[in-house]
């Protein structure tokens, strides 16, 4: 199972997570909530390997296969090429289109499998990323924000699928979205503002407690450097 143990982030004089301690179950979606800048995004980084910590030890299980906020599509590429792209290479191509056409299918894009990125809503790209990152082989799954461009009745159709779907995975999930949280979590931390701390939240206080996380994102809050967007693959 993924284990962040004494963890210690820092960029420049801002300190992100000290002596941040977790394990995160095997098997099960844990998810995470917390205002704007707390470091949420950062810390699926660090499960990613997309950042380093200054102090401290890591042990995730590899691969890993990872939803960005944005869904960083080839734009050379239609929806099914980029659904398919980090597939395993131990299958043959008829077997990549297929389990591509099927799960995309799956998520209501069966008439966009040729289009481009550039054709395409904010919404569909994201349900692509998603399949792109369901389909690559993985030990943990991380998902930022994963539906967070689909309307409600959409949103939740996803969520049901996943929720089938990832049964006896390992997944970690950052979500503003009450309902996308209740449907797929099995448990969930609240962060704190940096320096970052990790509180478990009962699922009977979930839905108040992200509308309290709402209220506090209307007031200041010091974003996290560098915490919301990285990388890219």
Same mark, same amino acid.
Request: aromatic fraction near 4%.
């Given at each position: 199972?993924?284990?962040?143990?004494?963890?210690?982030?820092?960029?420049?004089?801002?300190?992100?997570?000290?002596?941040?301690?977790?394990?995160?179950?095997?098997?099960?979606?844990?998810?995470?909530?917390?205002?704007?800048?707390?470091?949420?995004?950062?810390?699926?980084?660090?499960?990613?390997?997309? %950042?380093?910590?200054?102090?401290?030890?890591?042990?995730?299980?590899?691969?890993?296969?990872?939803?960005?906020?944005?869904?960083?599509? %080839?734009?050379?590429?239609?929806?099914?090429?980029?659904?398919?792209?980090?597939?395993?290479?131990?299958?043959?191509?008829?077997?990549?289109?297929?389990?591509?056409?099927? @799960?995309?299918?799956?998520? $209501?894009?069966?008439?966009?499998?040729?289009?481009?990125?550039?054709?395409?809503?904010?919404?569909?790209?994201?349900?692509?990323?998603?399949?792109?990152?369901? #389909?690559?082989? &993985?030990?943990?799954?991380?998902?930022?924000?994963? #539906?967070?461009?689909?309307?409600?009745? #959409?949103?939740?159709?996803?969520?049901?699928? %996943?929720?089938? &779907?990832? $049964?006896?995975?390992?997944?970690? %999930?950052?979500?503003?979205?009450?309902?996308?949280?209740?449907?797929?979590? &099995?448990?969930?931390?609240?962060?704190?503002?940096?320096?970052?701390?990790?509180?478990?939240?009962?699922?009977?206080? #979930?839905?108040?407690?992200?509308?309290?996380?709402? $209220?506090?994102?209307?007031?200041?809050?010091?974003?996290?450097?560098?915490?919301?967007?990285?990388?890219? @693959?």
């Amino acid at each position: 199972m993924p284990a962040l143990e004494s963890l210690h982030l820092s960029f420049g004089n801002q300190t992100l997570f000290d002596n941040l301690t977790l394990e995160i179950p095997k098997g099960q979606t844990t998810c995470f909530i917390g205002p704007s800048g707390c470091g949420k995004s950062s810390l699926l980084n660090l499960l990613a390997g997309l %950042l380093t910590a200054q102090k401290g030890q890591l042990s995730v299980p590899q691969p890993v296969s990872y939803v960005f906020q944005e869904p960083r599509l %080839l734009p050379w590429l239609s929806m099914l090429e980029n659904a398919i792209y980090a597939m395993s290479p131990q299958l043959s191509k008829s077997e990549k289109m297929e389990q591509g056409r099927q @799960l995309l299918q799956t998520l $209501e894009m069966g008439d966009a499998l040729a289009l481009r990125p550039s054709q395409v809503s904010g919404g569909m790209a994201q349900r692509c990323a998603l399949a792109r990152a369901l #389909l690559a082989p &993985h030990q943990i799954l991380l998902l930022d924000e994963p #539906l967070s461009s689909l309307h409600p009745e #959409l949103r939740e159709r996803v969520a049901q699928f %996943l929720r089938q &779907h990832l $049964e006896g995975q390992t997944v970690v %999930l950052v979500s503003h979205d009450y309902a996308t949280v209740r449907a797929l979590g &099995h448990q969930v931390f609240r962060l704190t503002a940096p320096p970052v701390r990790l509180s478990s939240v009962p699922f009977d206080k #979930l839905e108040l407690d992200i509308q309290q996380i709402e $209220e506090d994102g209307s007031r200041s809050t010091p974003r996290s450097p560098r915490g919301d967007r990285n990388s890219s @693959l």
